[in-house]
């Protein structure tokens, strides 16, 4: 009886070429058996040993071999052994240095073991190194041609010259304008030290204008360390920063619904998130405008769209639909703005009438937002951008009838902490834009459940602090008008504080 789960993997043979030559199909074994004994005898390995440990003729392996090579710097400033024609040019190179490649060490591999035959002797001197005063007494060293054919349009001459550079140089300069066709370098010659080198300084590079680029990168070479970087770094700027320049235009569209649907997401207000996505979308529409319009003129081309149905179910606009059902429009509740909603025909009637409904029936009940259940994904949210600058900042709120500051105070250089109270109307300063045709409540407590969250880049990584989900009863005196407060330690600056709550029925 044959036990099949224990039986010994064997080596699988086929027949490869026009002499018939066997070959073992194995990811190490780049050649026929014929050209592994040649390869064997350049790189002076025991054929045998190679078969038993074919790990030996992985390329990765190569530089191991040729370390002494590397490190001899009569060798690299010698005679150039391999010559290398890409981008119309023929580069000079040293054959120790190219095995930190992997694309041009199997290149090179092919020319030799090609020009193996009848040359084997010589060959094999060649390629032990040996020491430079002995070389000098040979005759000139043949060279060995490679070609290599790019197609990617980011590969540049300068961006690969700088490439190759780097297999001599360990610090060669890059900027952030040439940064990308040295990573598109990189992965072509499968260069995996200059590779994570350029994602590393990508990491620590993003900026409006170059997250859209940054993130397309990520996304074709399949770097998910980058693209999670650029999506992050959107989710906190895409408000305060993003939207109020013109490369709001070039963001992507799959990029930003992904940062629409993040818990991570800062905006001071949810007007404010949806002011920044009618003007991604104006711009698409506009690609002319060189520069960020002001929000009437914004107002004014929406406004001027036939009145027949909404922009959102025109042709135009259905398209956008997804992204704008990642907003809380239930957190508009100014009626100056939802007025201004209405008067652009923007979206659907039956999304504001709902969100009008839900406003009636919350200040009907004294407040109580029945509609909402998931603090995570229904939850009013506001921020604060606290700046360097700031010993202490807050801002004011009004919904439903009660007004609450939400604050942060710096307490040391690396001390702070965030924390939200709740306010008397007659505390405001008269007039007060929060206070204007604004409800007033008079009950003497509010039950709230809220979270509180900041967050801050410092070397390249987002630092993350949170308090749990509190539900907690507001009144007018201390300390119940106070909540908990987000205590934080850290250099970052500047930090983006977030506050989230409902009203549960009460």
Known sequence: MINCGRRKTRLERRIVGATNR?????????????????????????????????????????????????????????????????????????????????????????????????????????????????????????????????????????????????????????????????????????????????????????????????????????????????????????????????????????????VLKSPRLFTFSEFHLLKTLLMWVYLQLNSKVQVIPIHETMLAYFSSFPKKCCFLEQDAGQSWTPLFLCLRLHGITSGKDLEELRHINFFPESWLVRVTANHYHALESGGNMVHLKDLSTQAMRFGLLFRQEYTTYSERISIYGYFFEIKGIKHDITSYSFSMQRIRHTDLECPSPICEHSAISLRAERLVKYEIRAQTLVDGRWQEFRTNQITQKFGFNKPGCKSHALKIQTVGIPIYASFAFIFPAS
Not at 36 to 65: G, W
Not at 212 to 225: D, I, M, S, T
């Open 22 to 258: 066997w070959r073992f199909p194995q990811q190490y074994f780049c050649g026929d058996l014929l050209a592994l004994s040649q390869m064997c005898n350049v790189l002076n390995i025991d054929l045998e040993e190679a078969l038993k440990n074919p790990e030996r003729l992985c390329i990765s392996k190569f530089p191991k071999l040729f370390s002494d090579n590397i490190e001899n710097n009569d060798v690299q400033s010698g005679e150039a052994d391999v010559i290398l024609e890409c981008l119309g040019f023929k580069w000079e190179l040293h054959h120790p240095q190219i095995f930190q490649s992997e694309t041009l060490a199997k290149l090179y591999l092919t020319a030799l073991i090609q020009n193996t035959r009848g040359r084997s002797k010589e060959l094999d001197k060649i390629l032990k190194a040996q020491p430079p005063e002995k070389i000098k007494e040979k005759s000139p060293i043949k060279k060995i041609i490679i070609s290599l054919k790019i197609n990617d349009p980011a590969v540049t001459r300068v961006a690969f010259a700088l490439a190759l550079k780097n297999l001599y140089m360990n610090e060669v300069e890059m900027n952030v304008d040439n940064v990308l066709g040295v990573l598109a370098s990189a992965h072509i010659l499968q260069f995996n030290r200059l590779f994570q080198k350029c994602v590393n300084m990508m990491l620590t590079r993003l900026t409006p204008s170059t997250v859209k680029n940054f993130y397309l990168a990520g996304c074709k070479y399949k770097e998910e360390q980058l693209t999670v970087a650029c999506e992050k770094w959107l989710a906190m700027n895409l408000v305060p920063l993003v939207g109020t320049q013109i490369h709001l235009r070039h963001i992507p569209q799959n990029l930003l619904h992904k």
